[in-house]
């Protein structure tokens, strides 16, 4: 996964995070697309999706972000693994934003290899 997506990831989790929430939520809670314009907030996986569809267009494949998210990781990330990590109790937006930018790191490091 490019370094830029998880990169801008972490910028819209900045702008607005959910824990305990799919995707995207809007002012009231409702779950939203993730590119949806009522959104105001995602978790980890929706800004993930949002950032590769701002980048490239893709179709929204949560599966396929998923696996890349977890093979960008690669074992970094607490036992429950990092959509559940989105979820703990008392986790924070920059603790969500600050291992996306982890990722990104470790992306770049990868593409170096």
Do not use: F
């Amino acid at each position: 996964m490019d370094a830029k997506v998880l990169r801008r990831a972490a910028e819209i989790v900045d702008q607005g995070w959910t824990g305990c929430g799919y995707a995207a939520i809007t002012v009231d809670r409702r779950s939203v697309s993730v590119d949806s314009s009522d959104a105001i907030a995602w978790c980890v996986i929706g800004a993930v999706a949002k950032a590769r569809y701002e980048h490239s267009q893709d179709p929204l494949d949560t599966g396929h972000i998923w696996r890349a998210l977890v093979s960008v990781v690669r074992g970094s990330v607490t036992p429950l693994g990092l959509a559940r990590g989105n979820d703990y109790p008392g986790r924070t937006a920059d603790e969500v934003a600050a291992v996306l930018r982890a990722a990104a790191d470790r992306a770049e490091e990868g593409a170096g290899e």
